[in-house]
């Protein structure tokens, strides 16, 4: 579904600041595969994800979904299939729009305009009822300012909004850092349920290695621009944190005292 191939990425180049983020990066994400991502700040988690988004041109390699090639692609027309939650809850919605203009809005993406005004009475029963799996009483309150709702309401309706259209692929970068714990394990828990209703394809960066442990069949570690552990299926879900520190010092060289090092 999602090919990398020799995928390099440098910020700066020819400067004193020059930055080589992605280091011939290699990867193929099959479809419905759930693939966690973990590694240290610099690793090149969120640059990878910025990068099959759009956001960064690349220097070197090729990023193909369904077998096309999207390297030419502006970020606007990988926009149309790619759905996307950010860290920051504030940026996945416009505060001045209530929750169904903003739901509207993700709704009609990368549609054709027409000059129909207004929402249907259609499309406000399915925004209700995705909003009611939410089970944070947003379904009443659909003429709101989505500038009204808190950090973790907000991250809910950014997710609602990010799969509304059943995107090909669903990237998540650390959509859950800016919550509470139990703000964080309800968006989480929502996450995987729709992820597994819809068999939808998804990229989850995340710092947490119990939750890269727990959800996803699949867990990529980098390390400086570099995919240095990929592991799926039944070996996955018999891995425990010490055995991820395990594979980063025999994948690395580098000697870990505790998990903090290697998230930090």
Known sequence: MLTIANLTKIFNRG??????ALTGVELSVGRGDFVTMIGGNGA?????????????????????????SVNRWSEYRRARFLGRVFQDPMMGTAADMTIEENLALANRRGKRRTLRWGITSGERARYC?????LDLGLESRVTSKAGLLSGGQRQALTLVMAILQ?????????????????????????TDEFIQTDNLTTMMVTHNMRHALTYG??????????VIVDVKGEDK???KVDDLLGLF???????LENDRMLLS
């Not at 059943?166 to 929502?190: F, G, Q, S």
């Not at 069949?217 to 570099?226: A, I, K, S």
């Open 15 to 20: 400067t004193p600041n020059e930055k080589t």
């Open 44 to 68: 090149g988690k969120s640059t990878l994800l910025n990068c099959v988004a759009g956001v960064y041109p690349i220097d070197a390699g090729e990023i193909s979904i369904d077998g096309v």
């Open 129 to 133: 009822k995705m909003l009611a799996a």
């Open 166 to 190: 059943t995107p090909k692929l669903l990237l998540l970068d650390e959509h859950t850092a800016a919550l509470d714990p139990k703000t964080a394990e309800k968006v989480l828990a929502l």
């Open 217 to 226: 069949n699949r867990l990529l570690m980098m390390y400086e621009g570099r």
């Open 237 to 239: 879900r018999r891995l």
């Open 249 to 255: 010092e025999r994948a690395s060289g580098q000697r």
